[in-house]
Every structure is written in structure tokens, then in C-alpha cells.
């Protein structure tokens, strides 16, 4: 609601957010890739139903209801070939620019097509923060430290092997200063450079006075849940007659 609004443009305000949450599902279908499976069922082991990169996005669906701002991710591309695995992280880039959404992927091994679908990269080792900041900028950041990554490499692979003891064949010989080689050295350099100096600026950045006000009138009075206790075993209690009376027919 604006707080300085009259009641007919707070009238409009509400409409408009009535109507994204009444067509948000669909949003979500299309966003995911998932129009032409909607109507199908799922499936398990014995019950034959979407692909497994489609069960993946039905997953990922799943987590983007509700006023969540942060998705977090973990090894999403487990059993997934490489067409999938890009298929879902592209998928998750459009969820994030469209609806304006903050979403963290940890991967292993990702291919050079998969990284460069990421705006920022956080390498971590050891518990050590070696690099975090936009992926444009971290080959060049490395440099910097005296390695670089050969034209035939791939740029994650590149980026693993730094924190092991491969980083010795990126090394740029008779550099002009020490390079770093522990986890530790390498997090020491980086809070010495100008991008986690950015970063922090950001951070620390003073709050706007009207964003907290903002705050205090129409997010603290939100309830914790979206529904009550009776509104959510009454879901609960439709979805499992749902799948009881369809496995009767399967």
C-alpha cells in the first residue's frame, strides 16, 4: 500500500498485486519450461510420468511461491546430463532477472556454457573466501595474482584447480610479486582488493529511512505463516486424498 496514496490508487495498487498472485502459477509454468507436462503426473519408480530434468524444474517450482526473495541451491545437476543441468540454471537466471529474485547454486565441475550463465561467483576453500564477485571479472582478477588460465582450459575447472595443489602449471613465471598458495593467502589478497572494497561499500551503505519505515508498517505486521493451522492441514489433508484416490487408478 502507499502510505501517501489516496484510497483509489492504494484500491489500484492492491488490484494489480491480486491479479500477479491469482496468475502467479502460471508465471511459474512458464518460466520453467513446464507447459507442455502441466496436465501430467509426476510419477515415481513404478508409475511412469516426467523427465527426470522436468522433475527437477516441478521442484524448483515447488520452492518459488510465497514471498521468498532467496533461493538457495545444492547440487542441483546430481543424475542430470549436461542438456538439463543448462536447461534448469538457465531457467533459474530468467526466475532470478524477471522476478527480481537472489538465487545461489553451489556446483561442481559446472561446463564453460553453465558458467557463463551465473552473474557472480563465490570460489570457497577450506573455509576460505578466495574470490566472490561478477564472473566477467574473475579471470582478470586472477591475473592479477600471477596465474593465468590457458586458452584450452576451462574457466571453472581453471578456477577449481587454484585451490589445489595444481595451481602450479597457472602460474605466470618471474612474477613481479609473491603469488599466493594457501586458502588462507589467497582470502588475504582478496580483502586487499577493489572488489571486495566494493562489495563492503555496498554493504555499509546507510539504510534508507523510508525503507525502514516501509518495514515497520507492512512487513513486521505480516503473520509468520502464510496460512493457519487449519488452512494448512486442510491442504495437507486434500493432497493426500489426491495421490490416495489416484493410486488406486494407476
Known amino acids: 500500500m502507499l502510505s501517501q496514496g489516496t484510497p483509489e490508487e492504494n484500491d489500484e495498487a492492491l488490484r494489480a498485486a491480486s491479479a500477479m498472485f491469482a496468475h502467479y502459477p502460471d508465471v511459474i509454468i512458464q518460466q520453467l519450461g513446464l507447459q507442455n507436462c502441466q496436465n501430467t503426473i509426476v510419477g515415481d519408480a513404478m508409475t511412469r510420468g516426467v523427465s527426470g530434468g522436468e522433475r527437477k524444474r516441478v521442484t524448483t517450482g515447488e520452492m518459488e511461491f510465497g514471498t521468498k526473495y532467496v533461493t538457495l541451491m545444492d547440487e542441483i545437476s546430481t543424475g542430470l546430463d549436461s542438456a538439463a543441468t543448462y536447461d534448469i540454471i538457465n531457467t533459474q537466471r530468467s526466475v532470478a532477472h524477471k522476478l527480481r529474485k537472489t538465487v545461489v547454486i553451489a556446483l561442481l565441475q559446472p561446463s564453460p556454457e553453465v558458467f557463463a550463465l551465473f552473474d557472480d561467483v563465490m570460489i570457497l576453500n577450506e573455509g576460505q573466501l578466495m574470490y566472490h564477485g561478477p564472473c566477467n571479472q574473475v579471470e582478470g582478477y586472477f591475473e592479477s595474482l600471477g ?16 585451490g589445489t595443489n595444481e595451481q602450479y602449471q597457472y602460474q605466470v613465471q618471474n612474477y613481479h610479486t609473491k603469488q599466493p598458495r ?69
Open 147 to 162: 596465474f593465468k588460465c590457458p586458452p584450452q582450459r576451462d574457466i571453472a575447472d581453471y578456477l577449481l584447480d587454484l
Open 182 to 250: 594457501r586458502a588462507s593467502e589467497f582470502a588475504d589478497a582478496f580483502r586487499e582488493s577493489h572488489i571486495y572494497m566494493e562489495s563492503m561499500y555496498a554493504l555499509e551503505a546507510p539504510y534508507d529511512p523510508e525503507l525502514l519505515r516501509s518495514v515497520e508498517q507492512n512487513m513486521k505486521p505480516m503473520p509468520m505463516f502464510s496460512q493457519s493451522f487449519i488452512d494448512s492441514t486442510l491442504t495437507l489433508l486434500r493432497r493426500q486424498l489426491t495421490g490416495a484416490t489416484r493410486a488406486q487408478f494407476t
